[in-house]
């Protein structure tokens, strides 16, 4: 494939009178890990739920692969959704099914395969995140970190080619941090998705990123390799990635 | 100068706002006419709306007509005409009390719940998650939801009827001693089949005026909790209010 899989070039957005985003530039290559980070309220989910079509720029486009999306409609826009995949920040489970339910869902909906296979997959995928036995449960009976992990198995069932993952490990304990993360390597690995994800675990997205762009003042103020962002010297990524509450951005 | 501006902001927002509840209806009914309709969250909804609102509907049903027994008797004494009890209370219940009542009852009971449920499946994004997977929720939301209002309004109503006309009986006939055969022969004599056509049509239409008030103020509702509980209050005053309405302009069109 030419050209990279998701261009964002520009895209403003505002929310009467409050402007979150003021010309957002980045672009996500196919297969790579591209890590947002940035600071809470600065945006980020707001630019995921851009690249679903759930939100509109006012200004600006978003391309993938070629596609510009906000002049989608109707069974293309579905078409393109159908590639996606998301975890939303709340998880977003239909809390009146059950977990088992809620993985198998997409299956029922969108595909025709018998019970039989729909059961065998939906538990395969609870199973790798490690509820194989919570299958019977409703979203509101488990932990939130329970079901952090089953709106990760769901936004994976349908094996989409790009996988947007709000705060998956935000409010987890550091080895389900750490176990959520390998399995998302390991997953990349196995179905070489491509991964946004937004995340505020820093230095452990270090580890797993290919790329890290940092989200600050409604713009990407520096996007590189893990590497290159660690030793960055602007000092909003400086001050940011080292949590210093001294520097250029002001807790408010 | 003040008051002319913030009147005409007022104005500006109402009629933004019933345009929007105009194109929410037009959609939806645009989806209902698309299949593939989904049969099992249809019948979730008609337990929701029907089956769960039965014992409500019993009971004010059984007592409205147990107080118009008592009410239209002490008035048609009046003019010594009490053999007309039977044909006074079955039509104020047909044509008029049975719809209403039992729409303003639904609303209250299941119409709320409605709104509540739906308001937090758009803030916890759960429609947003839908959109994601490309599954429309106009078609898994709120067709079955009209759909079984217009299933389930008409049923509740004849079953508040029925019950009504069997309290009048029972207040008219056992205890203020009116004949039995006068009680429901008069009935058979005076009220025709454009009465039971008049009370259908109206319950027909009030199920369709309430899961449209209850889906969209859920749909559209604000954020946090604060949102949920204002889109819910919302939906029972503006259901109860636009079923009176209407029904003043079905019941002058109709007569
Ligand atoms: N639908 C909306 N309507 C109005 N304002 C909104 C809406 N969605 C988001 N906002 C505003 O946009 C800003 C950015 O929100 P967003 O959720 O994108 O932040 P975030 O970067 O994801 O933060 P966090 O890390 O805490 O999740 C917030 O100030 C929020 O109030
Ligand atoms: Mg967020």
Redesign the interface.
């Known amino acids: 494939m030419s050209g990279p899989m998701v261009e964002i070039r520009n895209v403003h957005k505002s929310f009467g009178g409050q402007q979150v985003l003021r010309g957002v530039d980045l672009q996500v290559t196919q297969g790579e890990i591209l890590v947002i980070i940035g600071r809470s309220g600065g945006g980020k989910s707001v630019l995921l739920k851009h690249l679903m079509g759930l939100l509109k720029p006012d200004q600006g486009e978003i391309m993938i692969s070629g596609q510009e999306i906000s002049r989608l409609r109707g069974r293309e826009l579905d078409q393109l959704r159908e590639r996606f995949g998301v975890v939303f920040q709340g998880g977003a489970l239909f809390d009146s099914l059950t977990v088992f339910e809620n993985v198998a869902f997409p299956l029922r909906e969108k595909t025709r395969l018998p019970e039989e296979a729909i059961r065998e997959k939906a538990l395969t995928l609870l199973k790798q995140v490690g509820l194989a036995d919570m299958g019977h449960k409703y979203p509101a009976e488990v932990s939130g970190g329970m079901r952090k992990r089953v709106a990760l198995a769901r936004a994976l069932t349908m094996e989409p080619e790009v996988v947007l993952f709000d705060e998956p490990t935000t409010g987890l304990d550091p080895i389900m941090v750490n176990a959520i993360h390998r399995l998302i390597l390991d997953l990349h690995r196995r179905v070489g998705f491509t991964a946004i994800l937004v995340s505020h675990e820093i230095p452990e997205i270090f580890g797993i990123a290919d790329r890290v762009a940092m989200l600050h003042r409604g713009a990407v103020v520096e996007a590189g390799t893990p590497e290159a962002i660690q030793a960055s010297t602007n000092p909003v990524v400086r001050q940011f990635i080292t949590g210093d509450p001294e520097g250029p951005i002001q807790p408010d | 100068m003040r008051i002319l501006r913030l009147l005409g902001e007022w104005v500006l927002t109402s009629l933004r706002g019933g345009g929007r509840m105009m194109i929410f209806l037009g959609t939806a009914l645009f989806w209902i006419f698309l299949p593939p309709l989904k049969w099992r969250r249809m019948i979730a909804r008609i337990h929701f709306i029907g089956a769960k609102s039965l014992v409500v509907i019993l009971l004010t049903g059984a007592f409205t007509g147990m107080v118009l027994g008592l009410q239209v008797f002490y008035t048609l004494t009046k003019f010594g005409s009490e053999a007309f009890l039977g044909p006074a209370v079955a039509l104020s219940l047909i044509r008029e009390l049975g719809p209403v009542l039992c729409a303003l009852m639904v609303t209250g009971r299941a119409g709320s719940a409605l709104t509540a449920e739906i308001g937090?499946?758009r803030i916890?994004?759960?429609i947003?998650?839908l959109?994601?997977?490309?599954?429309n929720p106009m078609r898994y939301l709120i067709v079955p939801t009209i759909l079984a209002g217009l299933i389930a309004f008409p049923l509740l109503t004849a079953i508040f009827d029925l019950v009504g006309i069997y309290g009048g009986y029972l207040v008219g006939v056992k205890l203020l001693g009116i004949g039995e055969g006068t009680y429901f022969g008069e009935m058979e004599t005076y009220v025709d089949l454009w009465d039971i056509t008049q009370g259908i049509l109206k319950s027909l239409s009030f199920g369709l005026l309430v899961t449209w008030v209850c889906c969209y103020k859920g749909f559209y509702a604000g954020y946090g909790a604060e949102g949920v509980s204002r889109a819910t209050t919302e939906a029972v005053v503006l259901s109860s209010v636009l079923i009176l309405v209407w029904d003043y302009f079905v019941g002058s069109v109709l007569l």
């Open positions: 937090i499946m916890t994004e759960q947003d998650a959109t994601a997977m490309a599954l």
